[in-house]
Structure formats: structure tokens, C-alpha cells
């Protein structure tokens, strides 16, 4: 059998991409990859230089202006060109864009929390008479909570809007997350690996020139005490509790691992299933209407060694003759990365057959 052609796109850091590396290098066998920088300006003839037979995608998710060069760019080799994407590029132009994930939730009529988003001032400060507290405030890009704030009052929520609009920018965290915890252990490990204190300097110093000017995204604040976090790679499904600290889940790395409903799979399942998303981490809420989806993002952090734990035993689950089913192992070693490759080696026809061409 001869080897899957796959092409790495990485995005304008420098070692984003190196999950996808070395799962291709542990499937050597059946995968061979090259690499290209989708930032840089000979990007196309880089791709079309070689034949390739998929593209694999790594999103940034730090700055608006190479966020919106990687979807572009993503755009005119998918809905254009006509090549084969993974995750695919809906889910791409999902990821770190919760302005445009706003959007398509209402389109798709999918249930979340109420989202406004505001370009003129003027609108944004009507809302504000009208509006019940508290009110959440988001960045379009900031993961693991970082653009993410409570606004408690008119005078917290007015000033947000003036920082906005006509000040510095919106309030958001470019530093350390110290909300997590963790920071002593944290570095120590830089002190014995200086290199990733280097990585983590040049994040917050892009993160610092890119604070969000011009709009504002108000959500609803649903009340609850943690957040689902379900992931689908390809027909494999996992689910766990991100709790909170203080007002936010997400970031916080506090998870609970006990048994997840199946009603929580099945939910993630016919949204997954109905766009074609192979490739997704969806954060629910639960509330008095049902599931409400909060994010959803293609690639994503893991903190643990697993993503799932039932009766204390790591697996998945997948779905077989109308019935989920639990399978104990280890299936999301390297960030589930290797997951995703796994899927793609053994479903080609399928994948093929569902993805834009």
C-alpha cells in the first residue's frame, strides 16, 4: 500500500505544529510529510510544488492579522483549489474566531448563550441600559480564558466599552495564568528546560501587541458551577467536567473524571455528524433549556494523559449499532494527535467521502 502524502501547515510559530510531526513520525510507515510555513508569501508554491494527498492544519490563535491570513489562505486551497483538509475548514474558521462562532450557532440554530456583537459604540452602550448583570465579555482570540471577563455592573461594563473603543484595547491576560495554580512547579520546569521560558516570552509579548480594538462581545452569564468538555476525533468520543475557579472554567486545568452521561455524547454527536466535524473539543453548559454550546475549537489543549476516565479506567467511547460503546485504553497519547493521524490511515474512503473535494 502505498503512503498517505500529507502536508504540514504551520502557522507563523515556530514549533506549533511539532504535535502533527511526531505523530506522522510514529506512523511512518504509512504516512510520509513535508512542511510548510502557510504564513509565508510563497506558501502556494511551497504546497503545489510536490503532489501531496492532504493537508493538515495547525491554526494560530494568538493574533487577529495571522488568524485571518491562516483562514484565507485555508479558504483558497479548500473552497478554490479543491484540496483535502484536516480538521476541515469549517472548523478551522471556527477556531479562536468567537465572533464568527456566534454567527453560525444562530444560523445553524444551535442552542448557547445569548451573544451580542458590537462595532459602534453607541450600540454597544444602549445594550448596556437594557442588559441584566453580571454580562461575560470575550476577546474574539484568547484561549484557555484569557479575553474572558465578568462584568458585575453599568460602571465595570462602561468602562470595558471605553477601553475598547477609544482606550488601550480590551482588558485581557498576555501573561502567566495564575489562576490555574501550579506556577512554582511551572518554574522549575523552566529552570530545567530554559528554552520553553523563551517560547513562553515570545507568547506574551505578541499576545501584548494584539489586544482587541474597535468591537466588543457580550455573552450572557450562565450560572454554573463547570463546564463539558467533549471531544470528537474521528469516531472516537470522550467527555469530562471542566471545573470552575472563581467565575471561569476554562483555564482553569481542574477537571473531574467521574462517568459522563451518555446524553452528553449523543448531543455532541448530531451536531458533529450534521457539519462533518472530525476534529473538535465542544464546551457545553448545561442549563434549564438543555446543552448550550459555549466553544467549540479544532485543536486544543490537554493537560492529563487521557481525556476520559470511566469507572477510573482511561478509554473512549464510540458508537455501534445504535449503542455507545466504552473501549479502556490508551487513545490520547500526544495531545490525541496521534488520534487524529489513526483516523485518517483507517477511514480514507469515508474521510474522503465527507470532506469538501
Known sequence: MDKIRAVILRNELRDDHTLWVKACDDFRKQIEYRIVNLTSNNWLLEIQKLPFDILLAKPGGLTA?????????????????????????????????????????????????????????????????????????????????????????????????????????????????????????????YLVYPSRILKKIDVYQTRSMNLQKGFVIFQDYIPHDFEWRVVRIGESFFAHKKLKIGDKSSGSLLKNYGNPPLSVLDFVKELTNRHGFLSVAVDLFESERGYLVNEIQCIFGQSDPYQMLVDNRPGRYTFKNNNWVFEEGDFANNACYNLRVEFLLNHTAWFNSILKK
Open 65 to 189: 492579522h495571522f488568524k485571518q491570513l491562516y483562514d484565507e489562505r485555508i479558504f483558497i486551497l479548500s473552497y478554490i483549489l479543491g484540496y483535502k483538509l484536516f480538521p476541515s475548514p469549517v472548523e478551522i474558521f471556527l477556531y479562536e474566531n468567537k465572533r464568527f462562532l456566534s454567527y453560525w450557532l444562530i444560523a445553524n440554530d444551535i442552542a448557547h448563550p445569548s451573544t451580542n456583537v458590537f462595532y459602534e459604540q453607541v450600540e454597544a452602550l444602549d445594550f448596556l441600559v437594557r442588559v441584566g448583570y453580571p454580562i461575560v465579555a470575550k476577546t474574539n482570540i484568547g484561549a484557555s480564558g484569557s479575553g474572558v471577563k465578568i462584568l458585575r455592573n453599568s460602571e465595570s461594563a462602561l468602562r470595558y466599552i471605553k477601553d475598547t473603543f477609544s482606550g488601550k484595547g480590551s482588558p485581557q491576560r498576555t501573561g502567566p495564568n495564575v489562576e490555574k495554580g501550579g506556577i512554582l512547579k511551572r518554574g522549575l520546569d
